[in-house]
């Protein structure tokens, strides 16, 4: 049985938040630029705590949840 | 990218993969030298000289870990990704290192078997060859690793 593929919508939603910089969510997520760059790149999956931490920059007062951010694909 | 572009654990990596390989150079020549590890115990000169190119590994390495310490106030410099990445660089490490002494002694024994006795230079050169190969090891398993997940985005 395959592990499936979890994609997400992170470069999508920075744009759409006011061209966010990687950076500038990396600092708001608690976590460091490369990690984005890599998570971005599907290089990298998340801890679950990360991962809600990057769902709640981007859906502080817009109602983005988690599954909104992360897709899992199997 | 620049210096300012990496992460802390990328350019600890590239920093100690830089001072490890000088100093495995320097060590290497210095056993080699002569009358090659074996007499590595009994020339006080190039003991010495081993033993700087270890020191020079150390305090390179750690003045490198110094400077590119966390700052107070300063974004995260590492997270769960640096973890993941050094805790399997460590296993590889591991691995590396431990067969590297395995094929070093077996060789020590087939070699000098029939002897009964390995020279104590090789022990000295097992003892510092050990410990830079481990850090060799370690940064360019990181700097691979790194790349692998993503670290070039």
Redesign the interface.
Known sequence: MGEGVIKNQIRRLRFEHGEMTQ?EL??RA???????????????V??LA?AFRIARVFGVGVGVGVEDVFEFEP | MGLGEMSQTRLRAWLACMIWTLAGVGFMLTSFSGGGPSELDTDSMRHVTGAAALGFGFVGYWLALWFTRQRKGGPPVSDERDLQIVARANQATLVVVLVGIFVLTIGLWTVYEPEGQVPVGWMWFLAYGSAILAYVTSSVTILILDWRMGGHG
């Open positions: 950076q990396a600092e608690g976590c460091t630029r490369q990690t984005i760059g890599a998570l971005e790149q599907g290089g990298y998340p801890s990360l």
